[in-house]
């Protein structure tokens, strides 16, 4: 079943049960959910280490050092990442944006959508749950994620932002209120699991803390807690989302970002953006989902 407090106030965070502490160098007690989703298809930081590092390219990235400017000639690389809804998500990497990149608002990439699932788009279309139950990115098999256009030797960084999102033992913000496939966690990257950025995702859950594990995406995933599922974004693009949920006030109460950030899709979609033709939200209002 789905929870969604993307619609609505997060109003149920404190209501629902404890899950396992993480991982943090040294296994720790599971509960039964976590080991069932780490014995199927979930590898620990350690394993996931150890498979990466029979890549030769990758063992020469672990010793690389990153400049702090990117190049003029360095390559722009597509990627997305997911951690529950995408409203709060978006704002954060919006910030990463001007913060590490120095970005002015009409350069910012980053872009509420979905993606993850094995069924791609339904006649061209991605949408978020609308009454005409048109091509519904839950039932397609995606999940929330905010898409970006970054420097390739920048993407520690994001990787870095992606990892602060989550709280000490490694739940996201809305853990206990967004719940179900729609939300969970999820990075795509070109290459995916083979890609030497995902050695620096890795790299940068551990120097954060070390609170995350992390899977091979296979498509349609499950929400697991405290795993992040790697997506190769050759087979899994991401799918922009609707206008409306562009630059969107975050879920919690008191999240709300100002208007000079709310007004960033309308000034996108007057430039020629487009974004979409899905019907507007579950009841065709087109204003918080709705």
């Given amino acids: 079943?789905?929870?969604?407090?993307?619609?609505?106030?997060?109003?149920?965070?404190?209501?629902v049960p404890q899950f396992a502490s993480a991982w943090s160098g040294q296994p720790k007690p599971s509960s039964p959910l976590r080991n069932t989703a780490l014995s199927e298809d979930v590898a620990t930081r350690r394993s996931f280490l150890a498979g990466l590092a029979t890549a030769s390219t990758l063992a020469t990235v672990a010793t690389t050092s990153f400049p702090s400017p990117a190049s003029a000639d360095d390559e722009l690389i597509d990627c997305y990442f997911g951690c529950g809804c995408f409203w709060h998500v978006q704002h954060e990497f919006v910030e990463a944006e001007r913060k590490i990149l120095g970005r002015s608002d009409d350069q910012i990439t980053s872009r509420a959508g979905y993606a993850g699932g094995k069924a791609g788009a339904l006649d061209g279309k991605v949408c978020y749950h609308n009454a005409g139950n048109v091509a519904d990115y839950g039932k397609l098999g995606h999940a929330e994620v905010v898409s970006m256009r970054i420097p390739s030797s920048k993407f520690y960084d994001f990787a870095v932002e992606y990892c602060k999102l989550f709280d000490k033992d490694g739940f996201r913000p809305d853990q206990f209120g967004d719940r179900g496939t729609e939300y969970r966690n999820l990075v795509g990257i070109p290459g995916g699991k083979s890609s030497a950025l995902a050695e620096l995702l890795?790299?940068?859950?551990?120097?954060?803390?070390?609170?995350l594990d992390f899977a091979v995406g296979k498509g349609d995933d499950r929400d697991v807690p405290k795993v992040s599922f790697i997506m190769d974004t050759s087979e899994y693009p991401s799918f922009v989302g609707e206008q409306y949920h562009q630059f969107h006030d975050g879920f919690a109460f008191g999240e709300n970002y100002p208007n000079s950030y709310n007004s960033l899709a309308s000034a996108f979609a007057k430039k020629g953006e487009d974004f979409g033709k899905c019907p507007n939200g579950s009841l065709g209002i087109g204003l918080g989902g709705l």
Avoid: E, R
């Avoid at 789905?2 to 619609?7: D, R």
């Avoid at 890795?202 to 609170?211: L, N, W």
């Fill in 1 to 15: 079943m789905m929870i969604t407090s993307c619609l609505l106030p997060s109003l149920l965070l404190a209501t």
């Fill in 202 to 211: 890795v790299k940068a859950s551990v120097d954060t803390g070390d609170k």
